[in-house]
């Protein structure tokens, strides 16, 4: 077996292992937590359909991995429409977006990732798309040029991105719904552990589950890697059944810790209590000494450590919670003697 590398567990761009060999929800039964958002997006459905109107334009925010891209699959399934999936960064030019739209069937649902990053000019076609269910297109060259006015079939945007921050006014005020995604509980994730190993013909005991949910940063995404690699452990061990050992022996080797901590987390927050005695530390710096993107701090690491009470932002950057203060130091003291220890066993 070749030894999966902790480091691929947090980087948590999508991959092919994601979609194939796993369970992905298709309807709202199968999508599990999120509760106080499904209860109401199932009325909206279901007001729709009633209707036999388009839903109105949807926004969703949230980490990578919670699972945007997989809810607009579900609406559109629940909503009984066409599923259009594109992404904001392949939409280069306003030509592109015009083909896409111009091509969309009454009710049909456009999913567009990432969509903070579309370009100006681009975003701009969307508002009166949005709105209007029609495009301004200029036809011919300088003095002969026109603007004509291209109707659209009505249709519902659901747009997914990572930065709250980052997308503009006028576009985000033209979404009827805006929904954040928030982590999930070990609870709704260790359901979905259960629902994966079921799927993939594993049994596992609910303990088991439940350690995995612990252990999962709040993210589906890191349940569903995390089982895939017991699944490997359980083969070569022998195991029948997914059981506590199988799961926390995974665990070890992946280097996730009791509180669900990897090794970029442990290296982000060692970082900021001995290199800059607690904080504030600017995420560039810290970007620096742990090796990582700006990116995937500020998308992966730091939402979830914030989300523990772990660190705290403020304008003069990161600072170690006050209260975790001990705790870490214990908690870092500890793996530098363990890694003392490993030396010295070499
Ligand atoms: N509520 C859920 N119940 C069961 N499985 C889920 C749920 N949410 C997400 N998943 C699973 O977790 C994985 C990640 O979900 P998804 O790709 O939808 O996340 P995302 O928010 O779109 O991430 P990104 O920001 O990287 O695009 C998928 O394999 C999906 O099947
Ligand atoms: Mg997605």
């Known amino acids: 077996m070749t030894m999966p590398n902790p480091f691929e567990i947090l980087n948590l761009q999508e991959a092919v292992e994601d979609r194939a060999l796993s369970f992905d929800p298709s309807l709202f039964d199968q999508y599990l937590g999120q509760e106080a958002i499904k209860e109401k997006l199932k009325v909206y459905v279901q007001a729709c359909k009633m209707r036999e109107e388009p839903l109105d334009h949807l ?16 609406m559109a399934k629940e909503l009984d429409v066409g599923f259009r999936i594109t992404s904001a960064p392949v939409i280069e030019r306003t030509g592109d977006l015009v083909a896409i739209l111009s091509s969309m069937q009454a009710r049909e649902v456009l999913f567009i990732d990432e969509i903070h990053r579309l370009p100006k000019n681009v975003e701009e076609i969307l508002y009166t798309a949005m709105e209007q269910f029609a495009v301004d297109v200029i036809i011919g060259q300088g003095a002969g040029a026109k603007s004509i ?20 006014a006028p576009l985000q005020t033209r979404f009827g719904i805006v929904e954040r995604l928030d982590f999930y509980t070990h609870d709704e994730l260790a359901s979905i552990a259960m629902q994966n190993a079921d799927f993939l013909g594993m049994p596992i005991v609910p303990e088991a589950a439940l350690e995995l949910g612990r252990r999962a ?19 070569v061990k022998k195991h029948k059944i997914i059981d506590l050992e199988v799961v926390r022996y995974a665990l070890n080797f992946l280097d996730i810790d009791d509180d669900g901590l990897n090794k970029i987390d442990r290296l982000y927050l060692k970082a900021l209590l001995h290199d800059f005695d607690g904080g504030p530390a600017g995420v560039e710096t810290l970007a620096a000494m742990t090796g990582e993107d700006r990116d995937t701090l500020e998308d992966v690491v730091e939402p979830f450590l914030l ?14 919670a006050p209260k975790k203060i001990i705790m870490l130091r214990r908690k870092i003291l500890h793996e530098n003697l363990a890694e003392q220890q490993d030396l010295f066993n070499e």
């Open 307 to 320: 989300r523990q009470g772990f660190i705290i932002k403020s304008p003069r950057g990161r600072q170690i």
């Open 59 to 74: 926004l969703l925010f949230g980490p990578p991995g919670l699972g945007k891209t997989t809810l607009a699959r579900v």
């Open 149 to 168: 006015r291209l109707p659209l079939q009505p249709f519902t945007l659901i747009g997914a991105t990572t930065k709250t921050g980052m997308l503009s």
């Open 217 to 235: 940063r709040g993210t589906p995404r890191i349940v569903k890697r995390i089982l895939r690699r017991v699944r490997d452990v359980a083969q």
